[in-house]
């Protein structure tokens, strides 16, 4: 298993952590942000399909910011898979 850290740009979040195995998702944790709906992304993203998930919340966009913690995150992963 490999573990990944992202400084996301943009939102209320400072930090995400996460870890891939097989092209899943493990361990996410975001510090910062709302944490009601990043611990239940956290939750429902747990195992998921790393891919699946960049095309999923890719573009997600939070109040007009242009990018959300859920786009961040798909960014990061989009980055780790590339790695």
Avoid: W
């Amino acid at each position: 298993m490999k573990n990944y850290v992202y400084k996301p740009k943009g939102v209320c979040s400072r930090q995400i952590t996460f870890s891939l195995e097989d092209g899943k998702l493990h361990n996410i944790r975001f510090m910062g942000g709302c944490p009601g709906n990043l611990s239940a992304i956290s939750k429902l993203l747990e195992g998921a399909d790393a891919q699946q998930t960049v095309e999923l919340l890719k573009g997600n966009d939070c109040g007009g910011r242009g990018t959300s913690c859920a786009d961040q995150l798909a960014l990061a992963v989009e980055q780790a898979l590339k790695d």
